[in-house]
């Protein structure tokens, strides 16, 4: 029920080009500190902690699928700089 909130702004981060994140993130740590705040389930350290860590790791699954798309377009024009 107290994540709730959070899903809406899980699914924008994760449809959104990885150059436009920056502007979701406060709006993602407001929408935390209120499940903090509010919620007496996620006020321990523990629990907010774990959720905080989700969050970093979906921001790392984001640069790396920005990455690795960097990459792939990077080798292609190598690629085809070496071929003409």
Not at 4 to 12: E, G, I, N, S, Y
Not at 24 to 38: D, M
Not at 47 to 62: P, S
């Amino acid at each position: 029920m107290h994540l709730k909130p959070l899903v809406k702004h899980f699914d924008v981060l994760e449809n959104t080009d990885f150059k436009d994140v920056q502007s979701l993130l406060q709006p993602l740590v407001h929408c935390v500190a209120l499940v903090w705040a509010n919620s007496g389930y996620y006020c321990t350290s523990n629990k907010i902690i774990t959720l905080i860590r989700e969050i970093a790791n979906l921001l790392i699954q984001e640069v790396c699928h920005e990455f690795s798309y960097t990459l792939q377009i990077m080798y292609r024009l190598n690629f085809q700089g070496l071929m003409t």
